[in-house]
């Protein structure tokens, strides 16, 4: 990120905020022993606006004025980690006028005032601070942040770019270890050593599974054979934090069976019907409404579901096999802003739905150029929904349960794809990568 890309960031915040702001860094989690932390992770707001990832850092942006507060390590920590550069060098880096040890944090005037985004971990800030989070500058700095961030901007959507081109090259690792693999395990290790090996890391927990009805399954040790279907949720994160966030689903044999190919080919339609959907203006919502159509008019032609398929959706029958959101904002976060809870999901004055078949609705808001979502429908045989009595009984009318068995082999099947929305229409940044039927089963080498 060009000194200017970042100063431009600043500039377009202050448009929103007027208030002096501070964003912290966070430091590193302990694993399980202080010595032992996790990789570091900087806050997503943080590097939005600074550009790097500074451990243990504070920046105060006051108007054009950008101060960076930051302790340097004692130089016999370079007998561990190397050396760093000087708490002036790093300053120059971000374009900040000045830089201060975290100490002379406290001896700015207008403390009381600041505008701040509390960090997973709070504590350290409650206490320079000597108040709780959440008060009306934090608010509104956090409605700033959602107005600034909401539209990607050139330099992030490169950054969205790198990692998609990353993780299609994981997926494909993943199609062409499956061939030799014999756990889920060795699939995912094929996938996530390509991100190693271009220097990223995973946006979230890998998702590699024959298990898919478990929607954020992070088991790995299932042993896969001929007749399964392994979903793999893999997105790579670029050094910078950017995300990417793809879902394939592909059979281990190399050849779907007639009955995964239906069912696959009734999420693939929604997929695409929803792609289609996607422009300026539209209501993610209803992007969501149409792709669960889609899915339920697969169903009914598949003898699976019973009845109108616009009166199924409105009676949320769809979710049984489609319980989640079409998909969500993606940037800095996999789920791009949700630490600012529903702010950037949700446009003002809307609230999460009751409804079974809207209530994991992460984003609910028009589209506008700019923006980065996916779009990712499935279709899920989840015992926990399936098989509770009070939803067999509202719905048994609507399901041909014996049908349904029919499709045994079919417990978990998802595609996921980025979207870069433009001023007409929007593109798939994802598109590369294979996903009808029969190129998968040519990846594969049937």
Partial sequence: MTIELLRQRRRNLGQFVKSPVLLWSGGRSPRNFRANPYPYRA???????????????????????????????PKSAALWHGETLSREALAAEIGAEAAHPMAALGDLKWLPEVGTVALTSGSAQVEMLGRELGNEADRALAEAIVQVRLRQDAGAIEQIQQAVGVTIEAHRAGMTATREAKTEAMVRAAMEQVLMANGMTT?????????????????????????DL??????????????????????????????????????????????????????????HLLACRILAEGLVSLGILRG????????????????????????????????LGDVAGYAAGRSHSDRFGLGYLRLDRPLVAGMVVTIEPGFYQVPAILGDRERRDKFVDLVDWDRLGQFSDCRGIRIEDDLLVMEQGAVVLTGDLEKEARAIETRLGA
């Avoid at 050849?255 to 300026?280: C, H, K, M, W």
């Avoid at 409105?314 to 996999?334: K, M, N, S, T, Y």
């Fill in 43 to 73: 806050s997503s707001h943080f590097l939005y606006f600074v550009g790097r990832a500074i451990e243990n850092a504070v920046v105060a942006l006051a108007g054009d004025r950008l101060t960076l507060f930051w302790d340097e390590p």
């Fill in 203 to 227: 946006a979230y927990n890998s998702i590699v599974t024959v298990h898919g009805e478990v929607l954020h399954n992070e088991d790995y040790h299932h042993r896969i054979a001929p007749g």
């Fill in 230 to 287: 392994l979903l793999a949720d893999v997105g790579a994160e670029t050094p910078l934090g950017w995300a990417a966030d793809v879902t394939r689903t592909w059979p281990v044999s190399g050849q779907f069976s007639p009955t995964q190919r239906d069912l696959y080919e009734v999420v693939l339609a929604a997929n695409q019907g929803a792609i289609a959907a996607v422009r300026p203006g539209m209501e993610y919502r209803d992007v």
């Fill in 308 to 339: 109108n398929p616009e009166d199924l959706v409105a009676q949320d029958a769809h979710a049984l096999f489609f319980p989640h959101g079409i998909g969500h904002l993606l940037g800095l976060d996999v789920h791009d802003m949700e630490d």
